[in-house]
């Protein structure tokens, strides 16, 4: 199992409730938001997949600069998603914890 870690600064903090979306399952992935003291957005990854931070990197980033995200701990538990099914989940996650119904 690889654990990976981001760091992200200079997001918008907007205090929610924490909120997980997604599944475990083959092919897919959990997302939990949970709101912190911190101004980060701090991300964690737990996959089984090797060897791929460059794309993680790359698709958080991208992720980031859409949602301004701050003040949160994003925990992603994957199972092998693609980029894009990442890319759905995290945006289905904000709108989620931000108050909209993405389900």
């Known amino acids: 199992m690889e654990h990976l870690s981001f760091t ?3 997001g918008n903090s907007d ?5 997980v979306v997604g599944v475990v399952a083959s092919g897919n992935l959990e997302v939990m ?3 912190t003291q911190d101004p980060a957005c701090r991300i964690t990854i737990d996959t089984p997949a090797r060897g791929f931070d460059d ?3 790359a ?3 991208d992720f980031f600069e859409r949602s301004k995200l701050g003040g949160v701990r994003i925990s992603i538990n994957d199972v092998g998603a693609t980029p894009a ?3 759905l989940r995290l945006d ?3 709108e989620t914890f931000r ?4 389900t």
């Open 8 to 10: 992200y600064e200079g």
């Open 15 to 19: 205090p929610h409730d924490a909120i």
């Open 33 to 35: 938001i949970e709101p």
């Open 55 to 57: 794309v993680w990197a």
């Open 59 to 61: 698709v958080l980033g």
């Open 85 to 87: 099914v990442v890319s």
């Open 92 to 94: 289905q996650a904000v």
């Open 99 to 102: 108050g909209g119904d993405a």
